[in-house]
């Protein structure tokens, strides 16, 4: 579940081909769509990895990626989305899930800081509290897995996205082929290493 960085129609959410190539009988649906902001995610939650209403053809699911909140951070003047906005539907999303006996996988925000028309100090310390609550949810109970695409995507600024990662972008705020090969790796060792 995720925005553009896991949309396919935006060249999202490649780390879920890592999966597939390790974990050849294994399903991995992608319902990233991109320019969505977590209250968009959460309104759809039920209807696209729950399948709810029954009947519904979706599978039961033992794990959901959860990857979202940059649309959001940089929609607080617009869109009026603060930090406990963003927690509450990240929040409900878990909750949803966990629900439903799936194991739940958050991933913080990755680095967007070289998206310069957006970002500015206000919308960093946003970030980061986004994240620090995210990471904070496995000791919560709330999440089973935490990955820290903030710091796996990062290189020297902690801000940025590594430029290794970035290209063939080029917005300082999606990442290319090696970072989602970066992702999957860490996705694959810290969760699904016993996949088949």
Known sequence: M????TDARSHGGKFLDSLRAHCP???????GIGGQ????MHRRFARDVLGEPAPSDKPAYTHVIIFGGVNDLYSDETAFRTPKLIQADLAGMYALAKGRNMQVVALTVAPWGGFSKYWNDKRA???AQVNDWIRARKAAGEVD????AFALLSC???????????VPFKDGLHFGPKGHEKLGEVLLRDVFTNCR
């Open 156 to 166: 020297g600024n902690p801000n940025l996205i590594c430029p290794d990662y970035a």
């Open 2 to 5: 995720g925005d553009s960085l």
């Open 37 to 40: 902001m977590v209250n968009q």
């Open 125 to 127: 310390a946003a970030t």
């Open 145 to 148: 897995h935490v990955v820290d």
């Open 25 to 31: 009988e294994s399903r991995f649906d992608n319902y």
